[in-house]
């Protein structure tokens, strides 16, 4: 972790401009424990340590800053030599660094990198954002279906140095239309027949991700399917570049974060808690907020229409916020599960017939239990509930919430799936906010139902 303790002394070398001492900080530690030391660091100062390591350490040590201090060095630091930095970055590394670098800086960098890598970082930042175009990386490991094994193991030495991984070696045509694939414990493994072609012992059953495809169901087919790194194709096959498990990790973080933030009612934050403004989570918290409040006052509507039943079964009042927030706690227990079902694929949209009879069950189950609870526990708070008539208004509300909490919470997800829009959008509040509302509509119409005759 990051100890200010070493600061002073990094801050001495550079003072002193201690070769030796400097070139030893950036390679005596594992590259990501050097990052956290240098955390504390200006700019300037980390850009001056690096330039002791060599080209390969720098590149590791800076993987691991932060984005923030990544951002920061690229736009401070002499372009010439950052240029230098991001051509030796893994290609979707850096294409999401400079995706959130100043345009003006972006646009100055450029034409200060080779051609081959300006195309290639032009070509990835033109995929939308969230798609696998703009998640994969173009450097991986592709031989000809004809060469034999020996052939295959030569040709790999010479692309092996700008690789970001080796386990898959990806068989293409001369149109790059993915074929096959081949990993390095199999070719490992026929070293002892060099000449071996290709195609006897490539796979072709491949599991793939096109282009296009939603970021979050390529990390889904990579867990499915436990590999290490996903071919990514267009329409025709054609190999484009390859996605690979350290990039699922962090596809599934943001996700994760996204529909944590959803899960609470809050726009998902594009930064870290910390460095986001005060003014940007004034209106990301805020505006949720606003029409969760509204969702509030429609309830506070809810109870004024049904003021005179209250007025003249005022002990139905005591029992309000145990009906609604039953319901509300149910929704909010249905909506959860649903909403992770369908993101680790569990659930499909058309399985929605079969969530319906599970938590019509499930309702039933657990509002049979939850109303007789109701039941002793009006009998026990009002005398009111005791009478014949009223005996049952508490234990069926329950009940009927329950089911109602049940369905609302597992279908809402669906439908926002259905069309189009992210089921982590129906979050706990939101649920519980609608089943405020039908909770006090089933509470004062089972009312009425056994109590307007006496």
């Keep these: 972790m990051y100890n200010p303790l070493f600061l002073p002394e990094i801050r001495e070398m550079l003072a002193e401009n201690s070769v030796a001492e400097l070139r030893e900080c950036c390679t005596a530690l594992h590259p990501a424990r050097t990052a956290e030391f240098m955390e504390g660091l200006t700019a300037e100062e980390t850009w001056r340590v690096l ?24 736009e401070t630091q002499p372009q010439e030599e950052v240029a230098g930095l991001i051509t030796k970055l893994a290609s979707d590394d850096r294409v999401d660094l400079l995706n959130e670098v100043d345009h003006e800086i972006v646009e100055r960098l450029l034409p200060l990198l080779p051609s081959e890598e300006r195309r290639d970082i032009l070509h990835l930042r033109s995929y939308p954002e969230g798609t696998a175009g703009a998640v994969m990386t173009t450097a991986f490991a592709k031989l ?25 070696v990806y068989i293409v045509d001369d149109q790059d239309t993915l074929r096959g694939l ?12 060099p000449e071996t072609k290709l195609k006897d012992v490539m796979e072709t059953g491949l599991v793939t991700a096109e282009v296009d495809d939603d970021q979050e169901e390529v990390a889904q087919k990579v867990a499915r399917y436990d590999l290490l790194a996903i071919p990514v194709v267009d329409m ?25 933030h959803r899960s609470a009612a809050v726009a998902p934050l594009e930064e870290s808690y910390l460095t986001t403004s005060l003014i940007t989570l ?14 509030a006052l ?31 706690n149910m929704g909010n227990q249905s909506a959860t599960l649903v909403i992770t079902g369908m993101t680790s694929g569990d ?9 319906v009879r599970r938590e019509c069950v499930m309702g039933m189950m657990l509002g049979s239990v939850l109303g007789l609870m109701g039941l002793i526990a009006g009998c026990v708070m009002s005398e009111e509930a005791r009478q014949p008539s009223a005996m049952l208004v508490i234990p069926l509300t329950v009940m ?20 189009g829009l992210d089921p982590a959008l129906m979050s706990n509040p939101f649920v519980a906010g609608v089943m405020d509302i039908l909770g006090i509509f089933i509470y004062m119409n089972v009312a009425y139902l056994f109590l307007a005759g006496y």
């Design 51 to 74: 330039q002791h390591a060599d080209e390969a350490t720098r590149v590791e040590i800076f993987h691991y800053f932060e984005l923030p201090k990544q951002i920061e060095i690229v």
């Design 144 to 168: 000809a279906e004809t060469l034999t094994i020996r052939q295959a193991f030569d040709e790999l030495q010479h692309q092996a140095e700008g690789l970001e991984t080796i386990y898959y």
């Design 182 to 193: 081949v990993s390095a414990r199999q070719l490992v493994s026929h070293m002892g027949r």
């Design 236 to 260: 025709q096959r054609r190999m484009l570049g390859i996605i690979t498990y350290d990039d699922v990790i962090d596809v599934v973080r943001e996700e994760a974060t996204e529909d944590a």
């Design 282 to 295: 004034w209106w990301k918290r805020g505006m949720w907020l606003s029409i969760l409040f509204l969702a």
């Design 298 to 328: 429609m309830t506070a509507f809810s109870l004024s229409v049904y003021q005179k039943n209250l007025e003249q079964w005022a002990w139905l009042t005591i029992f309000i916020p145990m009906v609604i927030s039953s319901g509300g």
């Design 347 to 355: 659930i499909r949209v058309t399985d929605w017939l079969r969530v």
């Design 400 to 419: 009927s919430v329950i089911v109602c909490g049940s369905l609302t919470g597992a279908m809402l997800p669906l439908l926002f799936k259905r069309m």
